[in-house]
């Protein structure tokens, strides 16, 4: 059973681009959550989409977008990217809406210059 | 609000000893779950606790829950290197029908040789 696989794994950009990280979920899951992991501010909730409805949202600004397809794969964008937003940037999926083990992706490292 | 803290946030320790990593939680949920990160890796499940009570073992690493007391442990036997990581536990909670899935701080872990 394949796990859940994010792409691309590194990346770089320069402040005031824009970046789309991708997700495929384990099969047979519907609910996608997106974090971010800093040094300085740990794991932080980004949202989490669940049958392509976005079920729950962090305290993050709106340059942090995200959507679900029908087949479950998620994606999420930053926008006019900051120094700031240098991160690995997690998906996890799931059976079950924001409840249950999670899945884990090896994460995208988003480098910002 | 949901809070969710672990303690210590870092424990360096030396091969062989015994030690317990805590994390409390401020709801009523009855679902905790823990989580194992290598440096620069994304996080993999370790354990998932469902009722009061419920003890789960995997090597040298055993966790258990007290829902009551709002308390989880995961207690590390004679430790190895191997077992250096960061340690993550985390709670779901239900809130109106919908569900909020909080992390803990983490704590890391070093193992001296």
């Known amino acids: 059973k394949a796990g859940v696989t994010q792409t691309p794994r590194y990346l770089i950009k320069t402040r005031g681009q824009q970046v789309t990280l991708s997700c495929s979920p384990i099969?047979?899951?519907?609910?996608v959550s997106w974090y971010q992991q800093t040094p300085g501010q740990g794991l932080q909730f980004l949202f989490e989409?669940?049958?392509?409805?976005?079920?729950n949202k962090g305290n993050f600004p709106g340059r942090f977008s995200g959507r679900q397809f029908s087949n479950s794969r998620s994606e999420m964008n930053v926008s006019t990217l900051e120094l700031g937003d240098s991160a690995l940037y997690l998906c996890?999926?799931?059976?079950?809406?924001?409840?249950?083990?999670?899945?884990f992706g090896e994460g995208s490292r988003l480098t910002v210059l | 609000e949901l809070k969710v803290e672990q303690n210590p946030l870092f424990l360096s320790m030396q091969e062989g000893k015994n030690y317990t990593i805590y994390c409390n939680y401020s709801?009523?949920?009855?679902?905790l779950y823990w989580y194992r990160q290598d440096p620069g890796k994304s996080l993999e499940s370790l354990f998932v606790?469902?009722?009061?009570?419920a003890v789960k073992q995997e090597g040298r690493l055993m966790a258990s829950l007290d829902t009551k007391a709002r308390l989880s442990t995961l207690h590390i036997t004679a430790a190895v290197h191997d077992l250096s990581a960061t340690y993550f536990c985390?709670?779901?909670?239900?809130?109106?029908?919908?569900?909020?899935?909080?992390f803990g701080t983490g704590t890391r872990l070093k193992v001296l040789a």
């Open positions: 996890a999926s799931s059976l079950r809406s924001s409840t249950g083990e999670l899945f």
């Open positions: 099969s047979g899951h519907r609910s």
């Open positions: 989409y669940f049958s392509e409805t976005q079920r």
């Open positions: 709801t009523t949920s009855d679902r």
């Open positions: 606790l469902l009722s009061n009570g």
């Open positions: 985390a709670v779901d909670e239900e809130v109106r029908g919908t569900y909020k899935y909080i």
